[in-house]
């Protein structure tokens, strides 16, 4: 689709960079307006710990990693379909960047000097866009709209406006806010009567009250081979204690089962391949001293014996058999997720019923929005990244529709 039409997109992070390209891509006169003095910040951040773009697993599986509050499960397959796991892997090499699966179902670009780096993708990306003629705005803090429907930006001591055929929202989450990701567009759209599921911790640490004599004893110890659960859902790997509760992949990933909890805990199986009676007969005639002998025995981590020792209301143990159902079994109570800003992603954003298929605000025609600042959640693997791609590519050709007048209000 070809067309000469105007469209601004706020926020140069993967939704929005990748919106740009498509509506650029198509003929489009884009400008991307973003806070910071460079786009990409949070792109870079990410990249620091190995830039995780997307994953290699079957889809099906790899569809089931998203939810939202009343989420849309056949048009989010429509969305990530249109630019799936294979689309973005190409979409990197012909960047010039190529990407290969770890083990772990990981997609990463293959490393440069031995190192993991997102810099080199988002350069070229960049000089990719400025040759489609994209125009980049940077110091430009979106402030809503005027009156007339003009988009508002404070910039320095001014306060600009300025009018386009399309806008692409796509100002992130609320988590890593140094990157640019505030979230106060939040306050902004609901003053314009837009739904907005209030923004959370995602993908994040949760908070335990441990006991002094736990934390001295096991504070930045690994808890290893575990089958953690939350409500109905599962999770197998491992946790580390820290000094304010428990960080680890299994615990992202079951954030939004503990968010649903009206009282949220974990239960721990802290030997998930032996049932309750092989622990007990492999305790044997033990009588006395029986954590330090399940350590031995059943191979317990230093820091499981200590949660066994110190978690409050447990004990004393008088038997094997009752040791051996709490270490299948035991619960840990959790405060609240740690704060939003400590947060790899956030929950919440504009309420899928805000939206049309196109991802336009109903209220608003003419506005689209992309990436975090929806209502949808992904655990950490590759799935937030791809979902950032996959609504701005989608956003992208909805603008394009839009100016070209083929999308339905």
């Known amino acids: 689709m070809k067309t000469s039409g105007n469209i601004a997109v706020v926020g140069g992070g993967p939704a929005g960079l990748r919106a740009a390209e498509v509506a650029a891509a198509a003929g489009a006169q884009v400008t991307v307006y973003d806070a910071m003095r460079s786009v990409g910040r949070k792109f870079l951040v990410a990249g620091k710990s190995g830039l995780n773009l997307t994953n290699g697993e079957d889809w099906e599986s790899f569809l089931a990693r998203y939810s939202g509050s009343e989420f849309p499960a056949t048009l989010w397959r429509q969305i990530l379909s249109d630019f799936d796991n294979e689309a973005l892997r190409q979409w990197a090499s012909n960047l010039g960047i190529e990407t290969f699966v770890a083990s772990s179902g990981k997609v990463f670009p293959v490393p440069i000097s031995g190192t993991i780096k997102a810099a080199p993708l988002l350069r070229r990306w960049v000089e990719r866009l400025r040759a489609l003629g994209v125009t980049f705005q940077t110091g430009h803090h979106w402030a809503g709209f005027d009156s007339a429907g003009n988009l508002s930006f404070q910039h320095g001591a001014e306060m600009i406006r300025l009018q386009h055929d399309a806008t692409i929202l796509a100002l992130g989450g609320a988590s890593w806010p140094q990157t640019g990701s505030t979230g106060t567009w939040a306050e902004i759209l609901e003053s314009t009567g837009i739904g907005v599921t209030p923004l959370s911790s995602a993908n994040c640490g949760w908070e335990v009250n441990w006991p002094k004599e736990l934390l001295a004893e096991a504070e930045g110890l690994p808890l290893k081979n575990l089958k953690l659960f939350a409500g109905d859902v599962s999770r197998r790997g491992e946790m580390v204690i820290t000094g304010y509760g428990l960080e680890g992949g299994p615990v992202y990933h079951l954030g939004p089962a503990l968010r649903a909890l ?8 802290f030997k998930p391949d032996l049932t309750v009676e092989e622990l007990t ?34 004990g004393p143990w008088k038997s094997a ?89």
């Not at 009206?262 to 199986?269: F, H, K, R, W």
């Not at 954590?291 to 025995?297: D, K, L, S, W």
């Not at 230093?302 to 209301?313: N, Q, T």
């Open 262 to 269: 009206p009282d949220p805990a974990l239960i721990v199986d």
């Open 281 to 314: 007969e492999r305790l044997g005639p033990v009588k006395r001293n029986f954590v330090r002998e399940a350590g031995r025995r059943w191979k317990l981590d230093p820091a499981a014996c200590a949660l066994l020792k110190y978690l409050p209301d447990r």
């Open 321 to 409: 058999e009752q040791l051996a159902r709490e270490v299948k079994r035991c619960r840990i109570p959790l405060t609240g997720p740690r704060p939003i800003a400590e947060a790899i992603s956030s929950a919440g954003g504009v309420r899928w019923n805000e939206l049309n298929e196109g991802l336009m605000l109903k209220k608003i025609p003419g506005v689209f929005i992309a990436g975090e600042m929806i209502d949808w959640d992904a655990p950490t693997g590759g799935y937030l990244m791809q979902g950032c791609f996959a609504t701005g590519t989608w956003a992208g050709k909805s603008a394009l529709g839009w100016v070209n007048r083929s999308v339905s209000i």
